[in-house]
């Protein structure tokens, strides 16, 4: 069945720094959303790629959704201690309403 | 702001026992679903329903769970003889339409841990 993997499994920085995690499907999506997730929490929407080759700014973040529609990432520049959490992408295949969630990438930060 | 209501927040139950897990999704929303979170894992998805009928379940939903939408406002998801292996946060999730469209985003529930003892 689709399978969307994502690394790293865990990441730690100190703030300040930039934080990227990486998502890849075993099949072609039709689009990917990205969460997050902070400890204790819910999944909360960030955004949502659609077009291949598409990429989405919001402030710090950058997200960007591959050529091939397979894979995906996000970029957080300048970490801030707010930005803790689990970021979990979730890809989409055409005609099906679920969501694949990746194994989530678990942002810790050194103030 | 709209928001997606789950209770309880908390279930601890026996092995074998029924549970109900309830939800209230925004009232403008025609798409629901659950997921579910064993502790530290991923997301997963079990089901969606949309105009009263099941559209997708995944190979988790097996004959033990069952969906209804009781009233119009409740969404519930019934665990008939819960198993050890089915302790997990559960999320409710709606959507106003069917994800395919453009910035159209899942609302998640603040989630109902169920334990099972």
């Known amino acids: 069945g689709q399978q969307v993997m994502q690394i790293p499994q865990y990441q730690h920085v100190q703030e300040g720094e930039d934080f990227t995690t990486y998502c890849n499907s075993s099949t072609t999506l039709s689009n990917i959303q990205w969460y997050k997730q902070r400890p204790g929490g819910h999944p909360v929407f960030l955004i949502q790629?659609?077009?291949?080759?598409e990429v989405k700014k919001q402030k710090r973040l950058t997200f960007q959704f591959g050529e091939a529609k397979k894979n995906s990432s996000l970029h957080i520049t300048a970490t801030q201690t707010t930005d803790v959490g689990t970021y979990f992408c979730?890809?989409?295949?055409?005609?099906?309403?679920?969501?694949?969630f990746g194994q989530g990438t678990r942002l810790t930060i050194n103030p | 702001e709209p928001e997606v209501t789950q209770t309880p927040s908390h279930q601890v139950t026996q092995m074998g026992q029924e549970v109900i897990l309830r939800c209230v999704p925004i009232?403008?929303?025609?798409?629901f679903y659950w997921y579910r979170q064993i502790l530290g894992q991923k997301v997963e998805f079990l089901v969606s329903f949309y105009n009263n009928e099941i559209s997708e379940k995944s190979e988790i939903f097996d004959d033990q769970f069952s969906v209804e939408r009781p009233d119009g406002s409740n969404f519930t998801l019934k665990i008939r003889s819960t198993k050890l292996e089915d302790s997990a946060m559960y999320f409710c999730a709606s959507s106003e339409v069917d994800l395919w469209f453009m910035n159209t985003e899942a609302f998640f529930g603040q989630g109902t841990r169920l334990t099972v003892v």
């Open positions: 790629l659609v077009k291949s080759g």
């Open positions: 979730a890809g989409r295949v055409t005609g099906a309403q679920k969501l694949v």
């Open positions: 009232s403008n929303h025609l798409y």
